[in-house]
Nanobody, 115 residues
Framework: QVQLVESGGGLVQAGGSLRLSCAAS????????MGWFRQAPGKQRELVAT???????RYADSVKGRFTISRDNVKNTVYLQMNSLKPEDTVVYYC?????????WGQGTQVTVSS
């Protein structure tokens, strides 16, 4: 059974930084693209950033230049460094991983940015 466990969310003032982590564990043969999405209440889940196993990245326009995604293929972990946070970044962030042809989601971690 595969699990994605997220950590690192919390409360921060506008302009501050947070680092999210997501570790994949369990029966994993092939861990491919990993990423972060976010979802506000009543809205669709949206892409924040993704990273392939080879390190190619993709970002939403709203976070370019502020957020950086990275991964450790030995630890099966993806990170999201979030800098210059804004109140509009306040939502629940979800980790996603493509593992053995299936899509898995983490439980979500709340990020709150106060103005």
């Amino acid at each position: 059974q595969v699990q994605l466990v997220e950590s690192g969310g919390g409360l921060v003032q506008a302009g501050g930084s947070l680092r999210l982590s997501c570790a994949a564990s369990g029966s994993i043969f092939s861990l491919n693209t990993m990423g972060w999405f976010r979802q506000a209440p009543g809205k669709q889940r949206e892409l924040v950033a993704t990273i392939t196993r080879g390190g190619s990245t993709r970002y939403a326009d709203s976070v370019k230049g502020r957020f950086t995604i990275s991964r450790d293929n030995v630890k099966n972990t993806v990170y999201l460094q979030m800098n210059s946070l804004k109140p509009e970044d306040t939502v629940v962030y979800y980790c996603n991983a493509q593992i053995d042809g299936r899509s898995y989601w983490g439980q979500g971690t709340q990020v709150t940015v106060s103005s």
